[in-house]
């Protein structure tokens, strides 16, 4: 059974880095059959993508959040790791990290457009 | 990015059948088959319960269904049960390769 499992800071101070890392056990991360993403919900907010990656480096990322985002893979420790730079009080949220099968896409329908599976999230408070 | 527009609130009583809309515009939800519907109770990480509009993963129950009608997308849980209420989620893969989600839906069970 695939299981994903974020890590890193809980308490993050603002105008620095933050950084979360997210293994990946029961499946390999260099499989050309998936991407590794990462989402984000504000307390009592909804969801937003902030990124996702495939095992070769290719990423993608929010345009919101882009300029401040890098999102990184590592196959020799079946990880990915996500930075999010000059953080303030808005990045406070639980972090997601989550799978994403590789898009295949044909005449603009695509099959394997979504998240499959989900680590269990971890709270990283941006605060002095 | 695109805007995906979800009611904040939808209730029904044990038994019953809900639905709940997700709409796009005609570029995007009203086009393609990139939509697909997350899970979440309280306190806990969202499940994949619908992708690609209308199919269901393995171990989601029949009484969970997708479907979509010009520029909107909808989930319709019928047979409601106590163990359905929860935040739903709809979300689009773009054309630009990115993902939106639309703002949630809050079910409650009454």
């Known amino acids: 059974q695939l299981q994903l499992q974020e890590s890193g800071p809980g308490l993050v101070k603002p105008s620095e880095t933050l950084s979360l890392t997210c293994t990946v056990s029961g499946g390999s991360i260099s499989s050309s059959s998936y991407y590794w993403g990462w989402i984000r919900q504000p307390p009592g907010k909804g969801l937003e993508w902030i990124g996702s990656i495939y095992y070769s480096g290719s990423t993608y990322y929010n345009p919101s959040l882009k300029s401040r985002v890098t999102i990184s893979v590592d196959t020799s420790k079946n990880q990915f790791s996500l930075k999010l730079s000059s953080v303030t009080a808005a990045d406070t949220a639980v972090y997601y990290c989550?799978?994403?099968?590789?898009?295949?896409?044909?005449?603009?329908?695509?099959?394997?457009?979504?998240?499959?599976?989900w680590g269990q999230g971890t709270l990283v408070t941006v605060s002095s | 990015q695109s805007a995906l527009t979800q009611p904040p609130s939808v209730s029904g009583s044990p038994g019953q059948s809900v639905t709940i809309s997700c709409t796009g515009t005609?570029?995007?939800?009203?086009?393609?088959?990139?939509v697909s519907w997350y899970q979440q109770p309280p306190g806990t990480a969202p499940k994949l319960m619908i992708y690609?509009?209308?199919n269901r993963p393995s171990g989601v129950p029949d009484r969970f269904s997708g479907s979509k009608s010009g520029n909107t997308a909808s989930l319709t849980i019928s047979g409601l049960q106590a163990e359905d209420e929860a935040d739903y989620y709809c979300s689009l893969y773009t054309s630009s390769s990115t993902y939106v989600f639309g703002g949630g839906t809050k079910l409650t069970v009454l």
């Open positions: 005609s570029s995007d939800v009203g086009s393609y088959n990139r």
């Open positions: 690609e509009v209308s």
């Open positions: 989550a799978r994403q099968l590789r898009p295949n896409c044909s005449g603009g329908s695509c099959y394997g457009a979504y998240f499959d599976y």
